[in-house]
């Protein structure tokens, strides 16, 4: 196994819960698997876990396929934007934000002051395979999957890229890529 895979003991990763400071928050494509990553890692540093899209269809008491279709993107995105700005209070935690919010210049510069910022990132292959698994996802009802996160991926790519810590998240198991979080993390600290 080369050095980069090897996992943080866990005194390790219990020191560096203690060095973070501000919320950790992983931005990305739909299907790059930040919610699933964000619990493992939260649970990892012994910190609250939020899902950005949970809190906001809290808040809209709407799925957000329903805000899609009854108010369209616009508004989804400012009621996505002044959810994140909630969350964005200091406090430890670990935020998993829906694909488009850090497209939102606003909202990514909020992030990037406040929080450590991760952008989590597949190929289309691994996005196409996953988003698969959930017909809940409004930006790929209407029209081919693959051509839609194609050109959503490299349209976001830019805003993305602003992120300091980027992984690539593969097919591999979930828990090799919590630990890269982790490393890069410790690193970017």
Avoid: C
Wanted: without cysteine; proline residues 4%; aromatic residues 4%.
């Amino acid at each position: 196994m080369d050095h980069d895979e090897t996992e943080l003991s866990t005194a390790e990763i219990d020191a560096l819960a203690r060095r973070i400071d501000r919320p950790v928050v992983l931005v990305g494509m739909m299907g790059t698997g930040k919610s699933s990553i964000g619990r493992r890692l939260a649970a990892a540093l012994h910190l609250p876990f939020v899902d950005a899209d949970e809190a906001i269809e809290e808040a809209a008491q709407l799925s957000i396929a329903e805000i899609f279709e009854r108010h369209g993107e616009a508004l989804f995105r400012d009621g996505e934007r002044r959810v994140i700005a909630r969350l964005m209070d200091g406090e430890r935690k670990v935020i998993a934000t829906g694909g488009g919010a850090f497209v939102n210049p606003e909202t990514r510069a909020l992030i990037l002051s406040k929080a450590i910022t991760v952008w989590l990132d597949a190929d289309i292959d691994t996005l196409v395979e996953r988003t698969a698994r959930k017909d809940t996802r409004p930006l790929l009802k209407n029209g081919n999957p693959r051509e839609i996160l194609t050109r959503l991926r490299e349209e976001r790519r830019p805003a993305y890229a602003e992120a300091p810590i980027h992984i690539t998240s593969g097919r591999g198991p979930q828990s090799r890529t919590v630990a890269r979080v982790l490393k890069e993390i410790d690193a970017w600290l």
